[in-house]
């Protein structure tokens, strides 16, 4: 019988092969001006799903690169999507190792093509984010001019709500005001931590990235 036909790839050694998964899946935030807060179109891009089709070549490179995949991969989430397979698949595996996601900022000129209506993420939604990915440490938000300008003042409108509630809770000594998530600039003002609370005295961590789409050009 005939050999089986063997990807290139798998005739490099293990540690060059290894070395190219790294460089192939790179964290957006990375990626990400750290003057101008700008990120590439094309940085972009490369997290769309069509990044990982290496996985699917065959098992032993699945085996070998899988989880290098989901933890240095961002990947990207829809506008136009049903939010309840969020619900568990975050907590399952390979899910559970994703450390970087990609959402839309802005709502787009037109509609897509979908059973479900254009949005955008709530700040509710992004505390949901960070409770439900188990080893989530970055969201990046991606806008243009005028949308991050919005997004930017509404996480300070948070960030001042978060202040105004804990002042009212020492004045009352009533924990019951103490909100449920934290915001801190993050040093050179490229973004927020952003602090959730999971469960009594267990906080997650994970920053919110705002960067500006930069058109190739």
Not at 16 to 35: D, F, T
Not at 73 to 95: E, G, K
Not at 136 to 144: E, G, N, P, T
Request: proline share 6%; with cysteine.
């Amino acid at each position: 019988m005939p050999a089986k036909p063997t990807s290139r790839l798998l005739t490099l050694p293990l540690e060059l092969r290894l070395l190219i998964y790294e460089l192939l899946w790179v964290p957006l935030a990375s990626k990400i001006h750290p003057k101008t807060s700008t990120v590439h179109s094309h940085n972009v891009t490369s997290s769309a799903s069509s990044s990982l089709e290496l996985l699917l070549v065959c098992r032993q490179i699945y085996a070998e690169a899988h989880q290098t995949a989901y933890t240095r991969h961002t990947f990207a989430l829809s506008r136009c999507f049903d939010t309840s397979p969020l619900h568990d698949l975050p907590r399952s595996y390979p899910y559970n190792l994703v450390t970087s996601l990609l959402i839309p900022g802005y709502r787009p000129p037109y509609s897509c093509p979908t059973a479900y209506p254009v949005r955008c993420y709530t700040f509710k939604e992004l505390c949901s984010l960070v409770r439900r990915f188990r080893n989530l440490k970055s969201i990046v938000v991606v806008a243009d001019t005028a949308g991050s300008d919005g997004i930017r003042r509404s996480i300070l409108s948070r960030k001042a709500h978060v202040e105004f509630r804990m002042r009212k809770a020492r004045r009352l000594q009533d924990e019951g005001f103490v909100p449920s998530y934290d915001i801190t600039c993050l040093k050179r003002g490229c973004g927020w931590r952003l602090n959730v609370t999971v469960g009594e005295g267990v906080i997650k961590t994970a920053d919110l990235l705002l960067c500006v789409l930069q058109d190739e050009g």
